[in-house]
């Protein structure tokens, strides 16, 4: 089994794919490592005066890359129509910065795991990288602009990358641990 690959039958990805599913990777293990070793409460709770923790992030992240794997396939049409959104459907989007009574961090980072690997699957054997699609409307997105499937990859790799430094200053407010230093 190659070090980038989930399945043993994977042929070894080299250039571009390789690169970005290391550094995908590397994104997601800061964040997965910021989470280590937390309880479910610690995990729901908002140490800093932002509305985060770092259950919430983790469920955020997870939620983002499923949405932008779902983007590449399919288009705009997996994606909500931002500019329709109602107030209990931002409602609703912050919970998912959130982990709410009866969620587990345990389940959580399983379902993280089950979305990386199918993103991982994604890049492995997506014909054309190139590929675009129209932006879904949303307010913070400039008028018919198209993003191919290399640029959403980059977007789900700040996103992660954004998120972990985030959970990182968390969790070291929580409890001293640091990712790194």
């Not at 490592?33 to 995990?43: C, I, N, P």
């Not at 913070?140 to 602009?145: A, H, K, S, T």
């Amino acid at each position: 089994m190659n070090q980038l690959s989930t399945h043993p039958e994977s042929p070894a990805l080299v250039g571009e794919r390789a690169d970005l599913l290391e550094q995908l990777g590397k994104a997601r293990f800061f964040l997965r490592f910021t989470a280590k070793e937390l309880t479910d409460a610690q995990a729901a709770e908002r140490s800093t005066v932002s509305e985060l923790c770092v259950g919430g992030l983790v469920k955020h992240v997870t939620d983002v890359e499923r949405s932008w794997a779902g983007f590449i396939l399919e288009g705009p049409s997996a994606m909500p129509d931002f500019t329709a959104m109602t107030e209990e459907d931002f409602a609703h989007r912050r919970d998912g910065f959130r982990l709410l009574p009866g969620e587990t961090l345990a389940v959580v980072l399983d379902a993280y795991a089950e979305v990386a690997r199918r993103t991982d699957d994604l890049v492995a054997t997506l014909p054309d990288l190139d590929a675009s699609h129209p932006l879904p409307k949303a307010p913070w997105f400039d008028g018919d602009v198209r993003w191919s499937a290399r640029r959403v990859l980059l977007h789900i790799i700040a996103e992660t990358a954004q998120h972990a430094g985030h959970a990182d200053i968390i969790r070291e407010a929580l409890d001293g641990a640091k990712t790194m230093g």
